[in-house]
């Protein structure tokens, strides 16, 4: 059973502040990814990668920006915070090879003040 | 540039009735579409994939190509169904998804 774990469910961060949302998949996935999810927006993906060290830019990158050090970890991090920035945060894994079931973690609620 | 359209923001149906919950997607290539599920403060999960073509939890899902449609269906619905659904799109046959807004259901008794 796939399990991706986040390591906050809420967070209250204020505005400038530098956030780390992190994200680790223990079924050896080659791929992860981060969206944001907003009522009436649905999911926007912000970052992805499909291996150790390597990055791919999503649909709303600005902002934002990722580490991937380790296959199993996918960081997210807000390098100043700004209230625009108030969101769901979603995490999410692919094992790669056409496999397109992505599955999910259960979500960071980052509120920035 | 790949696109999906979820219409409904909100359906409302009464148990037993049927429901349709609607999908228009734009890609120029062979697409793949899904529809993803996330249930009251549960984890957003896979519900069906077009390329396997099955029925889970009595819903069924058939790709249009003329129509560039996807429509979620299932016949009678359930109070368990009220959720809320996105349906998603493969990007050129990568592991990158494009969701469309998403629909929540609510079925009422």
């Known amino acids: 059973d796939v399990k991706v774990t986040q390591s906050s469910r809420y967070l209250v961060k204020r505005t400038g502040e530098k956030v780390f949302l992190e994200c680790v998949q223990d079924?050896?996935?080659?791929?992860m990814f981060w969206y944001r999810q907003d009522p009436g927006l649905g999911l926007r993906l912000i970052y992805f990668s499909y291996d150790v060290k390597m990055k791919e830019k999503g649909d709303i990158p600005e902002g934002y920006s990722v580490s991937r050090e380790k296959k199993e970890r996918f960081s997210l991090i807000l390098e100043s915070a700004s209230t625009n920035q108030t969101s769901m945060y979603l995490c999410a894994s692919t094992s790669g090879g056409g496999a397109y079931e992505q599955y999910f973690g259960p979500g960071t609620r980052l509120t920035v003040t | 540039a790949q696109r999906v359209t979820q219409p409904e923001k909100l359906l409302s149906v009464f148990k037993g009735a049927p429901v349709e919950l609607k999908c228009n997607y734009s890609?120029?290539?062979?697409?793949?579409l899904f529809w993803y599920v996330q249930y009251s403060r549960q984890r957003l999960q896979l519900l069906l994939r077009h390329i396997s073509r099955e029925s889970i939890k009595g819903f069924t899902a058939d790709l249009n190509k003329g129509e560039t449609s996807f429509h979620l269906k299932k016949p009678f619905a359930q109070e368990e169904d009220s959720a809320m659904y996105y349906c998603?799109?493969?990007?050129?046959?990568?592991?990158?998804?494009?969701f469309g807004k998403g629909t929540k259901l609510t079925v009422n008794p």
């Open positions: 890609y120029s290539g062979s697409p793949e």
């Open positions: 079924m050896d996935h080659e791929n």
């Open positions: 998603a799109l493969s990007q050129g046959g990568s592991e990158k998804l494009v």
